[in-house]
Protein backbone atom coordinates (compact mmCIF):
# COMPACT_ATOMS: atom_id res chain seq x y z
CA UNK A 1 0.00 0.00 0.00
CA UNK A 2 1.54 3.32 -0.58
CA UNK A 3 1.20 5.81 1.38
CA UNK A 4 1.16 9.40 1.18
CA UNK A 5 2.65 12.04 3.57
CA UNK A 6 1.67 15.41 3.40
CA UNK A 7 3.63 18.42 5.17
CA UNK A 8 3.22 20.66 6.85
CA UNK A 9 0.61 19.87 8.92
CA UNK A 10 -0.94 23.31 8.95
CA UNK A 11 0.81 26.69 7.12
CA UNK A 12 0.03 30.28 8.57
CA UNK A 13 0.43 32.37 5.64
CA UNK A 14 -1.04 35.80 4.58
CA UNK A 15 -3.08 36.91 1.99
CA UNK A 16 -0.56 37.36 -1.18
CA UNK A 17 2.14 35.22 -0.34
CA UNK A 18 3.03 31.80 -1.53
CA UNK A 19 2.01 28.71 -0.49
CA UNK A 20 4.19 25.50 -0.74
CA UNK A 21 2.31 22.18 0.02
CA UNK A 22 4.70 19.06 0.00
CA UNK A 23 2.94 15.61 -0.68
CA UNK A 24 5.56 12.62 -0.18
CA UNK A 25 5.16 8.95 -1.14
CA UNK A 26 6.24 5.83 0.38
CA UNK A 27 7.11 4.19 -3.26
CA UNK A 28 7.39 5.93 -6.43
CA UNK A 29 3.81 7.27 -7.82
CA UNK A 30 3.08 7.72 -11.63
CA UNK A 31 3.29 11.56 -12.43
CA UNK A 32 0.05 10.53 -14.07
CA UNK A 33 -1.79 9.71 -11.13
CA UNK A 34 -1.06 12.46 -8.76
CA UNK A 35 -3.77 14.68 -8.01
CA UNK A 36 -4.90 17.41 -5.43
CA UNK A 37 -7.73 18.56 -3.91
CA UNK A 38 -9.21 21.56 -2.41
CA UNK A 39 -11.31 20.94 0.57
CA UNK A 40 -13.15 24.33 2.43
CA UNK A 41 -15.70 23.60 5.66
CA UNK A 42 -18.95 22.27 5.12
CA UNK A 43 -18.19 21.54 1.23
CA UNK A 44 -16.63 18.42 -0.93
CA UNK A 45 -13.51 18.68 -2.38
CA UNK A 46 -12.62 20.41 -5.35
CA UNK A 47 -10.06 18.28 -8.10
CA UNK A 48 -7.64 21.30 -8.58
CA UNK A 49 -4.52 19.83 -10.32
CA UNK A 50 -4.60 16.18 -12.43
CA UNK A 51 -1.46 14.76 -13.68
CA UNK A 52 0.88 15.93 -10.83
CA UNK A 53 0.99 19.30 -12.62
CA UNK A 54 -2.49 20.01 -14.91
CA UNK A 55 -5.18 22.48 -13.72
CA UNK A 56 -8.84 21.23 -13.78
CA UNK A 57 -11.02 23.38 -15.79
CA UNK A 58 -11.61 26.44 -14.01
CA UNK A 59 -8.51 26.40 -11.96
CA UNK A 60 -6.58 29.58 -11.51
CA UNK A 61 -3.38 29.72 -12.93
CA UNK A 62 -1.92 30.81 -9.62
CA UNK A 63 -2.61 26.90 -8.46
CA UNK A 64 0.43 24.55 -10.14
CA UNK A 65 1.82 21.60 -9.45
CA UNK A 66 4.77 20.00 -9.92
CA UNK A 67 6.84 16.27 -8.64
CA UNK A 68 7.81 13.17 -9.95
CA UNK A 69 8.53 9.65 -8.24
CA UNK A 70 7.97 11.00 -4.30
CA UNK A 71 8.15 13.75 -4.36
CA UNK A 72 5.03 16.46 -5.44
CA UNK A 73 4.21 19.83 -4.90
CA UNK A 74 1.26 21.96 -5.17
CA UNK A 75 2.03 26.20 -5.04
CA UNK A 76 -0.25 29.25 -4.62
CA UNK A 77 1.94 31.75 -5.91
CA UNK A 78 -0.36 34.42 -4.12
CA UNK A 79 -3.08 33.29 -1.67
CA UNK A 80 -6.09 35.02 -2.18
CA UNK A 81 -8.78 34.71 0.61
CA UNK A 82 -10.63 32.15 -1.18
CA UNK A 83 -7.62 29.75 -0.74
CA UNK A 84 -7.47 29.45 2.72
CA UNK A 85 -8.57 25.61 2.89
CA UNK A 86 -7.57 22.05 3.31
CA UNK A 87 -5.65 20.52 0.37
CA UNK A 88 -5.44 16.78 -0.08
CA UNK A 89 -3.31 14.33 -2.63
CA UNK A 90 -4.14 11.71 -4.01
CA UNK A 91 -3.19 8.67 -6.12
CA UNK A 92 -3.91 6.31 -8.26
CA UNK A 93 -2.55 2.70 -7.62
CA UNK A 94 -2.23 -0.98 -6.72
CA UNK A 95 -4.47 -2.22 -3.94
CA UNK A 96 -6.10 0.22 -2.41
CA UNK A 97 -6.84 1.95 -5.77
CA UNK A 98 -6.98 5.51 -4.58
CA UNK A 99 -5.14 6.89 -1.74
CA UNK A 100 -5.36 10.31 0.41
CA UNK A 101 -2.54 12.30 2.25
CA UNK A 102 -3.67 13.04 5.51
CA UNK A 103 -3.90 16.86 4.12
CA UNK A 104 -2.35 20.57 4.90
CA UNK A 105 -4.69 23.09 6.25
CA UNK A 106 -3.81 26.74 5.03
CA UNK A 107 -4.77 29.65 7.67
CA UNK A 108 -4.47 32.79 7.80
CA UNK A 109 -1.84 34.30 9.58
CA UNK B 1 -23.31 20.46 -15.87
CA UNK B 2 -23.24 17.26 -14.17
CA UNK B 3 -24.50 16.81 -10.54
CA UNK B 4 -24.45 14.16 -8.42
CA UNK B 5 -26.54 13.75 -5.32
CA UNK B 6 -26.43 11.37 -2.37
CA UNK B 7 -29.27 9.99 -0.57
CA UNK B 8 -29.78 7.68 2.25
CA UNK B 9 -30.85 7.39 6.24
CA UNK B 10 -28.74 9.69 8.49
CA UNK B 11 -28.82 7.69 11.33
CA UNK B 12 -27.74 3.73 11.67
CA UNK B 13 -27.53 1.75 14.43
CA UNK B 14 -24.64 -0.67 15.52
CA UNK B 15 -24.19 -3.96 13.57
CA UNK B 16 -27.16 -2.58 10.97
CA UNK B 17 -26.52 -2.26 7.48
CA UNK B 18 -25.72 1.49 5.96
CA UNK B 19 -27.30 2.15 2.62
CA UNK B 20 -26.87 5.16 0.50
CA UNK B 21 -27.87 6.36 -3.33
CA UNK B 22 -26.06 8.43 -5.58
CA UNK B 23 -28.12 10.18 -8.24
CA UNK B 24 -26.45 11.34 -11.73
CA UNK B 25 -27.94 14.25 -13.29
CA UNK B 26 -27.14 16.15 -16.17
CA UNK B 27 -25.41 13.01 -17.56
CA UNK B 28 -25.65 9.43 -18.04
CA UNK B 29 -23.98 6.68 -16.00
CA UNK B 30 -23.57 4.53 -18.80
CA UNK B 31 -20.24 5.44 -20.13
CA UNK B 32 -17.35 3.96 -20.93
CA UNK B 33 -14.70 6.31 -19.92
CA UNK B 34 -15.83 6.46 -16.12
CA UNK B 35 -16.12 4.61 -12.91
CA UNK B 36 -18.30 5.91 -10.28
CA UNK B 37 -16.89 6.01 -6.40
CA UNK B 38 -18.14 6.08 -2.87
CA UNK B 39 -15.66 8.03 -0.76
CA UNK B 40 -15.87 8.65 2.96
CA UNK B 41 -14.43 11.32 5.38
CA UNK B 42 -14.93 10.77 9.32
CA UNK B 43 -15.19 13.41 11.92
CA UNK B 44 -12.52 15.98 11.66
CA UNK B 45 -9.99 13.54 9.41
CA UNK B 46 -9.06 12.70 5.73
CA UNK B 47 -10.66 11.32 2.84
CA UNK B 48 -10.36 7.36 2.70
CA UNK B 49 -12.28 5.39 -0.58
CA UNK B 50 -14.65 3.09 -0.57
CA UNK B 51 -15.49 1.39 -3.54
CA UNK B 52 -15.87 2.20 -7.51
CA UNK B 53 -18.47 0.41 -10.24
CA UNK B 54 -18.37 0.85 -13.87
CA UNK B 55 -21.83 1.16 -15.32
CA UNK B 56 -20.90 -2.58 -16.42
CA UNK B 57 -21.24 -3.41 -13.24
CA UNK B 58 -17.67 -4.03 -12.76
CA UNK B 59 -15.86 -3.45 -8.95
CA UNK B 60 -13.18 -3.20 -6.81
CA UNK B 61 -13.17 -2.28 -3.77
CA UNK B 62 -10.75 -0.89 -0.78
CA UNK B 63 -9.62 -4.61 0.90
CA UNK B 64 -10.04 -2.42 3.95
CA UNK B 65 -13.54 -2.27 3.26
CA UNK B 66 -14.02 -5.16 0.97
CA UNK B 67 -15.83 -8.71 3.44
CA UNK B 68 -18.52 -5.53 4.17
CA UNK B 69 -19.18 -3.34 1.22
CA UNK B 70 -21.58 -3.61 -1.69
CA UNK B 71 -21.56 -1.28 -4.45
CA UNK B 72 -24.53 -1.65 -7.50
CA UNK B 73 -25.60 0.18 -10.41
CA UNK B 74 -28.71 1.10 -11.83
CA UNK B 75 -28.58 2.43 -15.20
CA UNK B 76 -32.19 2.60 -15.78
CA UNK B 77 -32.23 5.25 -13.24
CA UNK B 78 -28.96 6.59 -13.23
CA UNK B 79 -28.28 5.79 -10.13
CA UNK B 80 -25.41 3.46 -8.33
CA UNK B 81 -25.63 2.52 -4.55
CA UNK B 82 -23.66 1.75 -1.88
CA UNK B 83 -24.28 -1.07 1.39
CA UNK B 84 -21.93 -1.36 3.93
CA UNK B 85 -22.39 -3.89 6.23
CA UNK B 86 -22.40 -4.18 10.40
CA UNK B 87 -21.52 -0.90 11.08
CA UNK B 88 -20.19 0.55 13.83
CA UNK B 89 -19.31 3.92 15.12
CA UNK B 90 -16.13 3.98 12.94
CA UNK B 91 -18.34 4.03 10.49
CA UNK B 92 -19.78 7.11 11.08
CA UNK B 93 -18.96 10.01 8.87
CA UNK B 94 -19.57 11.95 5.95
CA UNK B 95 -20.06 9.86 2.81
CA UNK B 96 -19.64 11.27 -0.87
CA UNK B 97 -19.78 9.90 -4.24
CA UNK B 98 -17.88 11.07 -7.11
CA UNK B 99 -17.31 9.92 -10.57
CA UNK B 100 -13.78 9.03 -11.36
CA UNK B 101 -11.84 9.28 -15.14
CA UNK B 102 -9.44 6.20 -15.59
CA UNK B 103 -8.56 7.73 -19.07
CA UNK B 104 -4.64 7.94 -17.80
CA UNK B 105 -4.90 10.58 -16.23
CA UNK B 106 -7.01 9.07 -13.31
CA UNK B 107 -8.76 11.70 -10.87
CA UNK B 108 -11.93 12.28 -9.32
CA UNK B 109 -13.25 15.24 -11.06
CA UNK B 110 -16.80 15.68 -10.00
CA UNK B 111 -17.99 15.19 -6.46
CA UNK B 112 -21.47 14.93 -4.58
CA UNK B 113 -21.77 17.65 -1.77
CA UNK B 114 -21.66 14.91 0.68
CA UNK B 115 -24.48 13.49 3.22
CA UNK B 116 -23.54 12.96 6.66
CA UNK B 117 -24.47 9.19 8.56
CA UNK B 118 -24.00 8.71 12.28
CA UNK B 119 -23.84 4.97 13.55
CA UNK B 120 -25.60 5.20 16.79
CA UNK B 121 -28.02 3.14 18.82
Redesign the interface.
Known sequence: EIVLTQSPGTLSLSPGERATLSCRASQSVSS??L?W?QQKPG?????LI??AS?R?TGIPDRFSGSGSGTDFTLTISRLEPEDFAVY?C?Q?GD?????????TKVEIK | QLRLLESGPGLVKPSETLSLRCTVSGGSISSSTYYW?W?RQPPGQ????IG?IHYSGST?Y???LKSRVTISVDTSKNQFSLKVSSVTAADTGVY?CAR?IMT??????V????TTVTVSS
Do not use: H, V
Open positions: SYAYQAPRLYGNAFQYSPAWTFGQG | GIGLEWSYSPSYLGYNRLDWGKG
